[in-house]
Every structure is written in C-alpha cells, then in structure tokens.
Nanobody, 121 residues
Framework: QVQLVESGGGLVQAGGSLRLSCAAS????????MAWFRQAPGKEREFVASISWSGGSTYQTDSVKGRFTISRDNAKNTVYLQMNSLKPEDTAVYSC??????????????WGQGTQVTVSS
C-alpha cells in the first residue's frame, strides 16, 4: 500500500516556475514507476511525465518537453516535477501516481489527491 500527498501548487504568471512534490508513504516506494498526470476543467486526464524506479529513465509528453523535469529521491520517498516556462494552458490539477508504468491512468494503482496549478497570462 502506498499513500501519496502532493504539494507545491499555486498561482504563477506565465513564464514562471513551480516545483511540485509528491511524498509517499510505504516501504515499497522505490519499486514503483512514478508519474504525474494533470486534468484541466472540462478536459480528460492527461499524462505529463513518468520516471522509472531507479530514476534512470524518464518520459515526458511532447507538450512539456524542454520545460518540465521529473525526478525522484528514493531515500526521501519523494517524486518531483520541476515546471519552468509555464503557460496558461498548463493550468490544471496535477496528481502523482504510482504503478507499473505507462501513459494511461488505469496503469497506475495509487493516486494522490492532486494540487492545483494556475498560470495567469
């Protein structure tokens, strides 16, 4: 069992940066692929980025490549999403997830409650 708690969301101007954190409980955190998803109002949930259990492999969706970086610290049971050059279209609730990996939400077993990111123009 893994419990996930996100933090770091907020309101930022376009071009600004935010760093999201996802703290996990449970001794098996390092066994899971971790991912960030986001959901904007009226839109479907969207994959943002994932990172392998070791941190050696990462993947980002095209719309955030070069701007967002996912990382993890297994000693701290935490995964991060550094978001730079934010755009208004990045506005969404961001959730972290733990599972076996993939681009779809149903491939992940555990979810956090989400944190709101709002980017003003």
């Amino acid at each position: 069992q893994v419990q996930l708690v996100e933090s770091g969301g907020g309101l930022v101007q376009a071009g600004g940066s935010l760093r999201l954190s996802c703290a996990a409980s449970g001794r098996t955190f390092s066994s899971y692929v971790m991912a960030w998803f986001r959901q904007a109002p009226g839109k479907e949930r969207e994959f943002v980025a994932s990172i392998s259990w070791s941190g050696g492999s990462t993947y980002q969706t095209d719309s955030v490549k070069g701007r967002f970086t996912i990382s993890r610290d297994n000693a701290k049971n935490t995964v991060y999403l550094q978001m730079n050059s934010l755009k208004p279209e990045d506005t969404a609730v961001y959730s972290c997830a733990a599972g076996l990996g993939g681009l779809y939400g149903d491939e992940y077993d555990y979810w956090g409650q989400g944190t709101q990111v709002t980017v003003s123009s």
